[in-house]
T-cell receptor
């Protein structure tokens, strides 16, 4: 019963390096999300994909790109990593319909450090 | 834009006692959904309970219940018979009932259950 799987779990990068965080869900959910969690800030939405083939910016999209590869997979890319992107990144998915109350199911997170 | 406020950064409770975590939110909408998520030291985000705004009855899930006061825009979480495994960060979250998929989180309350 995998749910939402994120890889890697930990990563250290140097400033300017690029990196793709992978996320896959096996619940046949339509919607997927990327969040970042910083101390004292709660979770903030970076990008989301309401359905396969669509992506939209969230609250803090600058410095990130996303790809909804298929219904299962939603990746987050840092093209040129900066120390301000040091954070814990969470992927989530939901069987989402507009206006619905379906909860989001989260992966275990990726701890990313940018030196 | 909606905001979610958790005014208690940290709380502690003795094992077997009852504790209430506060959450207030700001919205002009009448239809929306509220959630409490738990994040233990393992970092996983776990749904605890959810409430639909148009339902007057407070949601309950075993030892967890909410006190939903729509007019006051308050959504507190009560944990009865606290257990050591309840030690975690708790996040309150708001979701619009419209076409917006965004989940807005509060900054969290760190709950410690003491033996």
């Amino acid at each position: 019963n995998a749910g939402v799987t994120q890889t890697p779990k930990f990563q250290v990068l140097k400033t300017g390096q690029s990196m793709t965080l992978q996320c896959a869900q096996d619940m046949n959910h339509n919607s997927m999300y990327w969040y970042r969690q910083d101390p004292g800030m709660g979770l903030r939405l970076i990008y989301y994909s309401a359905s396969e083939g669509t992506t939209d910016k969230g609250e803090v999209p600058n410095g990130y790109n996303v790809s909804r590869l298929n219904k299962r997979e939603f990746s987050l890319r840092l093209e040129s990593a900066a120390p301000s992107q040091t954070s814990v990144y969470f992927c989530a998915s939901s069987e989402e319909l507009a206006g619905g109350d379906q909860p989001q199911h989260f992966g275990d997170g990726t701890r990313l450090s940018i030196l | 834009a909606q905001t979610v406020t958790q005014s208690q950064p940290e709380m502690s409770v003795q094992e077997a006692e009852t504790v209430t975590l506060s959450c207030t939110y700001d919205t002009s909408e009448s239809n929306y959904y509220l959630f409490w998520y738990k994040q233990p030291p393992s970092r996983q985000m776990i749904l605890v309970i959810r409430q639909e705004a148009y339902k007057q009855q407070n949601a309950t899930e075993n030892r967890f219940s909410v006190n939903f006061q729509k007019a006051a825009k308050s959504f507190s979480l009560k944990i009865s018979d606290s257990q050591l495994g309840d030690t975690a960060m708790y996040f309150c979250a708001f979701k619009s009932g419209g076409s917006n998929y965004k989940l807005t989180f509060g900054k969290g309350t760190l709950l410690t259950v003491n033996p």
